[in-house]
């Protein structure tokens, strides 16, 4: 059997071209082995609440303190316990008004006496000789020692005496113990439950007590006329709140000595409402506030403990 030299030729081109297909046949068509089933994922199911509101840092209730296992060594001033005070409330006023002592009385010097004239003696009578008889003269007038009047000094000028202005400006030691005894005067009201001072440290009430008193510096104002009259004073105000912020009634305990002043203060705590709702934790329906409403030329403040 014999080839023909062309058949030759396309024999030997015909091999490589045989490989090259079977590689890309190889390469191109997918395993034929079968792989793992793939893992079916579970559904995620979204539940969509309303927000839910978040308590507040300030109105966190107090918690319980725990139980001391062992007694502690050494006791602060919080274990000590004063006894109470049973004394009545002073009521020396020695230093709540300045006293005016009036200047002594200036001694006036006293007249000399008048020398009086000396009685003369009667003549005595000697007889002798009848003689021509001659006008009798005439006794001198017994001669008075003039004195010159002495007119009395002129008093000093009198001390000039301080005015209602200065009166009114009591010293600020005055003030502090003035301000101790209203406390120990309403404290009955606000051992009752309902009723607390201004700034008293309750957790609770810590936040709306800065809302109150934002609110009544936003609109209190220092009267102009009173201002230029130059009056002063501190007025205690009783202030009634109900759980909502609105103000159910304002009574003014004690007076500042100013009609004006006075009532710039209660109209300042009718303005500030609402104050916005009391605490969730403060369980009375309403709640009583003492507050100290102080004026002072170029300032005012508002405190209560």
């Not at 045989?18 to 793939?38: D, E, K, R, Y």
Request: no cysteine.
């Amino acid at each position: 059997m014999s080839f023909h030299p062309r058949q030759t030729t396309i024999l030997w081109w015909f091999i490589p071209l045989s490989l090259i297909i079977h590689l890309l046949l190889m390469l191109l068509m997918p395993q034929t082995a079968p792989g793992p089933a793939p893992q079916l994922e579970e559904p995620v199911f979204v539940e969509v609440r309303p927000p839910q509101p978040r308590p507040r840092e300030l109105d966190v209730p107090i918690l319980p303190e725990t139980p001391r296992e062992k007694p502690a060594e050494r006791l602060g001033p919080q274990d000590q316990v004063v006894e109470r005070e049973t004394a009545p409330p002073g009521e020396d006023t020695e230093d709540a008004q300045p006293r005016v002592v009036a200047p002594p009385p200036v001694p006036q010097p006293r007249p000399e006496p008048r020398p009086q004239p000396r009685e003369q003696a009667p003549p005595v009578v000697v007889d002798q000789p009848p003689t021509v008889e001659r006008p009798a003269e005439k006794a001198p007038a017994p001669q008075v020692a003039v004195h010159p009047e002495v007119t009395p000094p002129a008093a000093p000028a009198e001390r000039a005496l301080p005015d209602l202005k200065d009166l009114l400006q009591l010293p600020q030691a005055t003030e502090s113990r003035l301000e101790n005894q209203l406390r120990r005067k309403y404290r009955a009201e606000v051992e009752a439950g309902n009723a607390v001072w201004l700034d008293m440290e309750k957790d609770i009430l810590i936040s709306f007590f800065q809302r109150f008193r934002n609110n009544i510096y936003g609109v209190w104002n220092y009267p102009r006329q009173a201002a230029e009259r130059g009056e002063e004073g501190t007025s205690l105000l009783k202030v009634t709140v109900r759980r909502d912020g609105s103000v159910e009634s304002v009574q003014i305990l004690e007076s500042s000595g100013s009609a004006a002043l006075d009532q710039e203060a209660v109209r300042a705590v009718w303005r500030g409402a609402s104050y916005g709702p009391i605490s969730r934790h403060y369980e009375e329906e309403t709640l009583t506030i003492f507050a100290f409403f102080q004026y002072r030329i170029g300032r005012t403040f508002i405190f209560g403990s």
